[in-house]
């Protein structure tokens, strides 16, 4: 004797219900690490064309033009901001503010003062510095700032490493 009426029991409902359960709590994990380590890159990578857009337009416009930021060691938000008063540093009220940017992942930094600004001819006025995210998954997560070169990298042992 078959079942007169076609369709699927509670329990078989359940079952399915459970299976789905399981595969989620396996996937899910992974997909935030996952996630984070995206994020990490294109802010990484994000903050490197900030860099060097604030050189090109340093040398193309014969101006003082960096970066700057308010908090100590961790950063999230950089002022991009161009000297706007001809007295060759971006640290007044009265320079140009480009733009603020601000990001969903937390910086580190080096560098001596809270700017990097390149000079008139494209130069970092400074020796070097290095910006960098905390996760060891991510394939890009510093970028090295030295008097001629921005370098995109993986941070190991207290230095950005090019890749």
Do not use: H
């Not at 899910?28 to 337009?57: C, H, M």
């Not at 002022?79 to 910086?107: A, P, R, W």
């Not at 070169?149 to 490493?161: A, E, F, P, T």
Request: aromatic share 10%; glycine share 8%.
């Amino acid at each position: 004797m078959g079942r007169a009426i076609k369709g699927i029991t509670i329990l078989e409902l359940m079952i399915v219900v459970i299976i789905l359960g399981i595969l989620a709590a396996l996937g899910i994990p992974g997909f935030i690490e996952w996630k984070r380590k995206i994020d990490v890159e294109n802010a990484t990578k994000e903050l490197y064309s900030l860099l060097q857009e604030a050189k090109a337009k340093a040398f193309s416009e014969k101006r003082v033009c960096g970066l700057s930021w308010e908090s100590e060691g961790v950063i999230q938000s950089f002022s991009f901001i161009c000297d706007g008063n001809e007295d060759g540093d971006i640290n007044k009220e009265d320079d140009e503010l480009v733009l603020v940017k601000n990001f969903t992942v937390s910086f580190n930094e080096n560098f001596n003062e809270k700017i990097c600004a390149f000079d008139e001819k494209g130069f970092f006025q400074g020796l070097e510095g290095i910006f960098w995210v905390n996760n060891e998954r991510a394939d890009y997560n510093c970028v090295s700032v030295s008097r001629t070169r921005i370098k995109l990298g993986k941070y190991q042992n207290g230095q950005c490493q090019p890749k």
